[in-house]
Structure formats: structure tokens, C-alpha cells
């Protein structure tokens, strides 16, 4: 039997075609494998919205070059957004890749792998031109995407509580730094029907979490051409508030529904009221800002200002006060000065994003702005924008998570944490109880240690004894503001809402205890688990 490993670089959406794509050829009979050494056909799901994200490909694709020498009946294959961004040059430039496949061609890779192992030669379908395909086009290749999407297996992946689904495909925006709308294609929403019942099916197989995903998600749009009034032919339209809403209302036994990422222009209040009435929908929103200044974000074509965008977020807080935002950030971005740099700065202040990623300007080949204008930030200067920001937000990050002190918040428990010692020996130490020596204890926890003396004074006001701990384990879980919590508690616990109280913060990393039987609601798993 053939074994493959497949290798996922970049953000959800890979993650996601990863998941299908092993589905699909799991079906088909092939067996998949954790270490690359054992298998004989390496696969690459491949990133190209930045060249660092290129460059690791290249790297392992050089190490398969020489692997390639020993073993030549190697089967390597590059898919995603690399393959249909370098195209057909790809297998000439490295003619040990047998096999390339864009990401809007996925269903087509089963075909590809049985010809390349048959035939031992290179093989490859990619949109290429038709990338941006005329709309009659673009629905024969959604129809066949769609089938991708629905024919996915719905046995426990490895994140078994959390699951994604997508809801629309492809980005028209055409951001001018960036390749997606070229090798991703144009904007298409899914059909709601087939959104609720592959949400059904996840949930039946034991989902706890779904992610709905789209470039530009809050932007979905769907016209049901098909659907009939009493005079004949009507469409029904559904915006991406009325999809929020059916998902969240059909599914009640779904503890967790969110959606990513939204882009700043036209938001409408209908997503945030939905978001404010469905008490299972996570206060929690991923608007990418890129840059604050309103020069620079005409020249990456980002349809929005500085203004409109503090606006949605005003706006976003007014609905719900403790909505967490999420943002993202290019910094270096060509002509940026000082003074762009400053307003980007301060937007990142004002925003107070409960985590943000920042990247550093990355031309890349066939988009607007490399053909346009010369990378002539220089590198040091990205570099500094980069560090700066990052500092700046890490600052508003430990703020915010210390503000949580004392606090409880639910969790969703995803089981033991990978590291040995339990929580309580953070919790205990910082808040100058008798936690373990420093000896011996992983990282985060030594990490944890060296801020007793700075955390000291924000666990003052916990008086809460340590929990009973026989039997119980170090989990790990996320908030729904995504933050990482960790706690002690029996492995039971795993796959439920759990209420928790914050002990102690450190970084991005929370240290909680399960809270007091007093403050369980009803409405929580913990009682019936413990
Ligand atoms: N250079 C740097 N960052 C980029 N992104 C997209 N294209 C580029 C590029 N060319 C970032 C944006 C986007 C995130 C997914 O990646 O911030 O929101
Ligand atoms: Fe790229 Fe802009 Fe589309 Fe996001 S919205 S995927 S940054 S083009």
C-alpha cells in the first residue's frame, strides 16, 4: 500500500484542503504516515502569500532532491497556492517534483497521483489562465470543488473538537501585495444547505468548534436561483447575518460556532446583532487593519480608512463590550515612512487587538504592487517597524489578559497539555504559595517562575484554595477569545465547556483553576464530568 505524507504550510483554508484532500485519498485506499521517511509519495500543501513561506518548500524540496537519488520511485507533489502561483515552470526547474496541483483543483489530484505512480511522469493541473474564470466557468470548477467539500470524512481529525468549514471561496479584492485572489480565484459563496449539513455531520462526529471560513467571510452572499415563489422562479437571498443565524439555530447542541476573516469594508450591524443574539456564536472577530495609514492603505487598494475602520470597531464594542478583535498588520509596505509607520502604530493602540499578526512587506511576483513600486523600505527598517509593533502589542496583550485576573471565563477543554508539570505549580508560585522548585520543570512553567515577583501582586486578591488534584492531569483549553488556557483537572473534562477562574497570565498562556462549584451554572458541562 502506498503511504503518503502530506505537509501543510500556510493558513486555515490549507488546513482545511489538507483535511479533504487526505479524506478523499484515505477512500481511495492510501495509508498516510507522521515522518516522511516512511513514506513513498511526500506531498506539500504549499503557502504563497509571503516568499519566507516558499522558501521552506524549496528547502524540504531540495532534501527530496537528494532522497530522490536513492529512492527514485519517490512520488513528490506540490499543491496549493505555491504550485498555481509558479505553474507549469515548477517541473522544469525541479524536475524531482512529479506532481503539481492548484488549489482549485484539487478534486483532480486523486487522477494525478495514479497517473504519475502508473506512467512516471510529471503531472500537473492547474487553473493557470482561467484563473479568473468567466462566471459560467467558475461554476463548472465550483461544482467540482463543491463535490470535494461534501465528499469529506467526517471521523476525528487530529483537533478533534474543533472543526473548519468553508463557506466562501476565492477573494475579489485584489489587496495589491497579495497573490490569493490569482492562485485561490474568484469569490464564491457555498450553498447554506450544504454550510448546515456538513455543520450536522461534524457535530454527529463529535465537533465542539466550528470555524467558518472565507478570505473575506463576512461578504458571503448566496442567490438560491433555483428556489420558486407561487409566480414562478424568485431567488432567495442569503447574507452572511441570515447564515450565522441558521447554523447557530440549527444546530443547538453546537457549544461553539466563529467565523474567519472579515474584511473592514461594508460589515453590516446585521452580523453584529446576530453575533449579539446567538449566545453561542464567539464574541470574537479577526478584521485585518494591514496599516494605519490612509496613504498607504489607498495604495494597497484596501477600499477603507483609518476612520471607517476605528468606526467598525466602535461599532463592534457598542454591540458587544467584550467582543475580542484580532487584527494584522504589513509593516514596510513600499514609500511607507516614519510617519505611516507612526499611524500604524497608534491605530494599533487604539484598536487594543487582543492578539495581532504582523508581517514584514513580501513583494510577490504577478501582483499589482511588486509591478508598481520598488521594495525600498529597507530591511533593518522593516525589521525595527516589525520588532516595535510586535512589542507594542505584546504590551496591550499582557493588559488585557491581566485584566482577566480574577475573572472566570469558559473554556473549551481539549485535553492534556503537552508538558509534564501541573499548572498549580505556576499558580501556586506566583502567588507565593509552595510551588515545586524551578528544577527540572519545562519551560513555560521555569517561564512562568521568573515573573513570580511581577505577577505577585495580581493574584492578590485569590484566596481560593488549590482544588482536590488526585487524579487529576494538566489540560489545556481555549477561551473563546482563542486565548490558551492552562489548568489541572481529570482527563474526563476533555471535549466539554468548562468555567474557570484566571490565576495567573504569562504571554498569550492563561494558568487558571477550575472554578468553585458556586459559580457553575446549569448550563455548564463540568458537573455531570466530575
Ligand atoms: N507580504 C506580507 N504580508 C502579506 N499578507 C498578505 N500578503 C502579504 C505580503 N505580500 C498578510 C496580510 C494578510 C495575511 C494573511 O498575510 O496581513 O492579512
Ligand atoms: Fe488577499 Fe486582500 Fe483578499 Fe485578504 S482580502 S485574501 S489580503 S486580496
Known sequence: MKKIYLETFGCQMNVLDSELVEGRLRSLGYDFVTDAQQANVVLYNTCS???KSEQKVLSRLGRMKIRKQSEPDLVIGVIGCMAERDGIGMLRRLPQVDLLCGPGELDKLPGLLENVLATHRQQAALAGDTARRSGTLASAGEDRLELLDLSRSF??????YQAYIRVVRGCNKFCTYCVVPYTRGPEVSRSPQAIVDEARRLVDAGAREITLLGQTVNHYIYDDVSASGPSGPMSRRTTFAQLLRRVHDE???LPRLRFITSFPADFGDDILQAMTDCPRICRYLHIPAQCGSNRILKLMNRGYTVESYLELLQRARSFMPDVAVVGDFIVGFPTETDADYQATRELAARARY?????FKYSPRPGTVAIRRHED??????????????LNLQNEICHQLNGELVGSTVDVLCEGPSGWNQPAESVIAGAAGGHGPSAHGLGP???LGQRLLGA???R?????EAPPESSGHIQLTGRTTADQIVVFDGPANLEGLIVPVKVCVVHGLTIFARIANSATISPTHELAAAI
Open 354 to 358: 487582543k492578539n495581532a499578526f504582523i
Open 251 to 253: 444546530l443547538p447542541q
Open 455 to 457: 505577577l505577585r501582586s
Open 155 to 160: 471521523s476525528p481529525g487530529k483537533n478533534k
Open 444 to 446: 513555560r512553567v521555569e
Open 376 to 389: 525600498d523600505v529597507p530591511e533593518e527598517v522593516k525589521q525595527f517597524r516589525h520588532q516595535d509593533l
Open 49 to 51: 502569500v509571503r516568499e
Open 459 to 463: 493574584t492578590d486578591g485569590i484566596s
